[in-house]
């Protein structure tokens, strides 16, 4: 199944293109709400399980692969960890992931409680990418997270991550119970965007989707 690339005037590609090619740094990481940044900058902010990609995602998008730290191991980002752009009025905060359930409960519960306390409460968050895995379609927490997000009436876009990695039979699969997961969702935008870091897929159209948002 084809996913639709939207028609992006070309001087809209360009100025993210260049958005992205000057550096962005890493500021902090946040294990309270109380050490965030404050709300001076446009927010964009990457949730989705553990190990789906979000560190990942924000490297690709930057063009680098040692700015946000990733790993095999799922529960790597524990703090809400703020990048920000050295250009533009931009920060791209890379979140804790969800679903994972080895770590030790106390930590979990944390997470979960930072993470949502974030994702309702920051007005400044001009859109949530929720990241879903490519090999799976969403999950039960995946859907309450949207469930959320639609609840508190905050902008989000799924991506669907590691395009790479399964067959095209199962990504299609995924991409379909993607698109059914997010008709009718008040605040999910329509258009979802498949992308690979590791191969470079759809990360320019994920780049001017972020540059537009800093416009509007
Ligand atoms: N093949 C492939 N692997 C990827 C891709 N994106 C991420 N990975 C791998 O998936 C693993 C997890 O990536 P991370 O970016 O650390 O995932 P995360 O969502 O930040 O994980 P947590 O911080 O633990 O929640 C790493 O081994 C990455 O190399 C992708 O597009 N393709
Ligand atoms: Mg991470």
């Known amino acids: 199944m084809p996913i639709d690339t939207p ?6 590609i360009e100025r993210a293109r260049l958005l992205f090619a000057r550096p962005f740094v890493f500021v902090k990481g946040c294990v309270r709400i109380a050490d965030l940044p ?3 900058r446009v927010e964009v902010a990457f949730a989705g399980r553990s190990n789906v990609g979000k560190s990942s995602l924000i490297n690709a998008l930057c063009g680098t692969s040692a700015l946000a730290r990733t790993s095999n191991t799922p529960g790597r980002t524990q703090e809400l960890n703020i990048f920000e752009s050295t250009t533009e009025p931009l920060r791209l ?14 930590k979990v519960r944390a997470w979960t409680s930072l993470i949502h306390q974030y994702l309702i409460g920051r007005a400044t968050l001009r859109r949530v990418y929720v990241l879903v895995d490519g090999r799976h379609g969403p999950k039960d927490n995946d859907l309450s997270v949207m469930n959320e997000l639609d609840r508190a009436a905050v902008s989000y876009q799924v991506v669907l991550t590691k395009a790479d990695k399964p067959s095209r ?7 379909r119970a ?3 997961a997010i008709a009718k969702r008040p ?5 979802l965007i498949l992308t690979s870091s590791l ?8 780049r001017t989707e972020i540059a537009q948002l800093l416009e509007g």
């Open 7 to 12: 028609d992006f005037p070309p001087e809209a």
């Open 38 to 40: 404050p709300m001076d």
């Open 93 to 106: 905060v890379d979140m804790p992931g969800y679903g994972f359930a080895k770590a030790p409960e106390d």
């Open 169 to 175: 039979t199962d990504l299609d699969a995924a991409i």
């Open 178 to 180: 993607t698109e059914t």
């Open 187 to 191: 605040a999910a935008h329509p258009r």
């Open 199 to 206: 191969k470079g897929d759809g990360i320019a159209d994920l």
